[in-house]
């Protein structure tokens, strides 16, 4: 069995391909990245039921992955680019030939996939990191899935300026509801659930924009987004109203978070 482990800042995902590709996923959280490595491949054997010597080949990537050497207890280890995994896994999980691949995680990548080639394109320093530190600040938040299920429960439009707060009707192609400023109404001390809406609304309507105009470039029709951030719900939603104005829909596959670690896997093992 091959497996695929993407290393990030802190959160070490893991898949397995089974012989019928059939994936079996895990995830672990250390900083330092040999002990997330190791960790990552402990969990993995007891969430699969599988033994140490089932795994033939570890393929790594990820920003830690450069504190990987030639192999993880024991086994061969390879390191695979991450934009090439990143690529293979958002059009693996997609069902797509080709697509815009954008991955939203400590910060957010994009790149153009075809087949078994990938071009980073660029990204941005706004991500999951962004998330994190804004809702720290704002909302006093230092929990990724507690500052989720704020952004559920609260409304951006208590932070957000609209364009019906300015406008007694939509302008050209951009509705009443449509931001016109984020975090340009704040007359009052919002909650944290709005704090921690308009945080998730900014982030991703800002990875959503760039990743239209990126489309637009690369004359590529289908948007794939994948990545760890992608486990906040509203995120999907924000995503989901850009729709009407730019008529461009995002996939966010099942198993965004994995996308990565599948990707590498993928790519030893074609």
């Given at each position: 069995?091959?497996?695929g482990?993407?290393?990030?800042?802190?959160?070490?995902?893991?898949?397995?391909?089974?012989?019928?590709?059939?994936?079996?996923?895990?995830?672990?959280?250390?900083?330092?990245?040999?002990?997330?490595?190791?960790?990552?491949?402990?969990?993995?054997?007891?969430?699969?039921?599988?033994k140490?010597?089932?795994?033939?080949?570890?393929?790594?990537?990820?920003?830690?992955?450069?504190?990987?050497?030639?192999?993880?207890?024991?086994?061969?280890?390879?390191?695979?680019?991450?934009?090439?995994?990143v690529?293979?896994?958002?059009?693996?999980?997609?069902?797509?030939?080709?697509?815009?691949?954008?991955?939203?995680?400590?910060?957010?990548?994009i790149?153009?996939?075809?087949?078994?080639?990938?071009?980073?394109?660029?990204?941005?320093?706004?991500?999951?990191?962004?998330?994190?530190?804004?809702?720290?600040?704002?909302?006093?938040?230092?929990?990724?899935?507690?500052?989720?299920?704020?952004?559920?429960?609260?409304?951006?439009?208590?932070?957000?300026?609209?364009?019906?707060?300015?406008?007694?009707?939509?302008?050209?192609?951009?509705?009443r509801?449509?931001?016109?400023?984020?975090?340009?109404?704040?007359?009052?001390?919002?909650?944290?659930?709005?704090?921690?809406?308009?945080?998730?609304?900014?982030?991703?309507?800002?990875?959503?924009?760039?990743?239209?105009?990126?489309?637009?470039?690369?004359?590529?029709?289908?948007?794939?987004?994948?990545?760890?951030?992608?486990?906040?719900?509203?995120?999907?939603?924000?995503?989901?109203?850009?729709?009407?104005?730019?008529?461009?829909?995002?996939i966010?596959?099942?198993?965004?978070?994995?996308?990565?670690?599948?990707?590498?896997?993928?790519?030893?093992?074609?």
């Amino acid at each position: 069995m091959i497996i695929g482990i993407d290393i990030g800042g802190t959160t070490t995902k893991i898949v397995g391909l089974g012989p019928n590709k059939e994936k079996i996923c895990a995830t672990v959280k250390a900083s330092d990245p040999v002990a997330s490595a190791a960790g990552a491949i402990g969990k993995f054997l007891s969430v699969a039921g599988k033994k140490m010597g089932d795994i033939s080949l570890i393929a790594v990537t990820g920003v830690g992955s450069a504190a990987i050497a030639d192999e993880v207890l024991g086994i061969k280890a390879i390191h695979v680019e991450e934009f090439s995994a990143v690529g293979l896994g958002g059009l693996e999980l997609s069902g797509a030939e080709r697509a815009l691949v954008v991955s939203v995680g400590t910060g957010t990548a994009i790149v153009h996939a075809e087949g078994r080639q990938a071009r980073h394109l660029g990204g941005s320093g706004i991500g999951g990191g962004t998330i994190l530190g804004l809702g720290k600040a704002l909302a006093g938040i230092t929990d990724f899935d507690t500052l989720a299920l704020a952004a559920s429960r609260g409304d951006e439009r208590g932070v957000d300026l609209t364009i019906g707060d300015i406008s007694p009707k939509a302008v050209g192609t951009l509705p009443r509801d449509a931001t016109a400023s984020n975090f340009g109404k704040m007359a009052d001390r919002p909650s944290a659930e709005d704090f921690s809406a308009g945080i998730v609304n900014m982030v991703f309507q800002t990875v959503g924009m760039l990743a239209i105009f990126a489309s637009r470039a690369e004359h590529d029709e289908t948007i794939v987004v994948v990545g760890n951030t992608m486990k906040i719900p509203s995120a999907r939603e924000v995503l989901k109203r850009l729709y009407p104005i730019y008529g461009i829909q995002f996939i966010v596959p099942e198993l965004a978070q994995y996308a990565t670690a599948l990707g590498a896997a993928l790519y030893l093992s074609e």
